[in-house]
């Protein structure tokens, strides 16, 4: 955890966040998100494809114009609210949006406490 200070007038308010995490898989494997007991997952950032030449593990390849347009909200829609999800990286479950092109899921996340606001 981390402070964050916001400014807003006159006064000034200090609140905790977490301090996000971020995961990368290949194709064809699968991702798993997890939060400490009592909080929960919350996706800042998601994208399947390629917009990286260099993705280590994953192999290199110079198409970096590739994502599927659902990568944020499928993630979310998987993964948001619970306090541990898996997800496959592959077409199936996101679309193949750049064909012969080898992917990775790329995932940014924070644990959050229950009730607070998802993205």
Avoid at 15 to 25: C, G, I, K, S
Avoid at 71 to 80: A, D, I, L, Y
Wanted: aromatic content about 10%.
């Amino acid at each position: 955890m981390f402070s964050v200070y916001a400014l807003s007038g006159k006064h000034a308010f200090v609140y905790d966040a977490a301090t996000p995490t971020r995961q990368l898989v290949c194709e064809r494997q699968t991702m798993s998100l997890e939060c400490p007991a009592g909080s929960q997952i919350g996706v800042l950032w998601a994208v399947y494809g390629r917009i990286r030449q260099d993705a280590p593990p994953c192999v290199s390849n110079p198409n970096t114009n590739c994502r599927a347009p659902t990568s944020f909200s499928r993630v979310t829609e998987e993964c948001g609210g619970k306090p541990s999800c898996t997800i496959q990286a592959s077409n199936s479950v996101f679309s193949d949006s750049c064909s012969g092109v080898e992917k990775y899921l790329d995932v940014l996340y924070e644990c959050r406490q229950p009730g607070t606001y998802q993205v």
